[in-house]
């Protein structure tokens, strides 16, 4: 499969078609017993999860946010942003008491 840069698309399909496998793969809690997985041209191996976790998005059918610390959900895509970053982008958002 290939998807192409600056695209939006969705993996979609009945029980058991692999779609949380290959989200697992995607973020490295799984490696491909063949082949591998590249991002634009290199293997993700290769990388660091940081390097590019805040390029993609996914959103999985399980719950792999909301096990941790509503700072940590909220720097997800960021995990540089600063607290008043964070802040910022909560009033924006109408996230905030």
Do not use: W
Request: charge should be negative; charged fraction near 25%; glycine fraction near 10%.
């Amino acid at each position: 499969m290939n998807i192409k840069k600056g695209t939006h698309s969705a993996i979609v399909g009945p029980s058991g078609f692999g779609k949380s496998t290959i989200f697992n793969m995607i973020f490295r809690l799984l490696d491909p017993d063949e082949g591998s997985i590249l991002i634009d041209g290199q293997d993700i191996k290769g990388l660091k999860f940081d390097s590019f976790r805040n390029k993609i998005s996914i959103v999985p059918q399980n719950g792999n946010l909301f096990n941790d610390t509503i700072l940590f959900n909220l720097q997800y895509g960021n995990s540089k942003a600063t607290i008043e970053e964070i802040e910022e982008m909560c009033k924006k958002c109408h996230i905030h008491d």
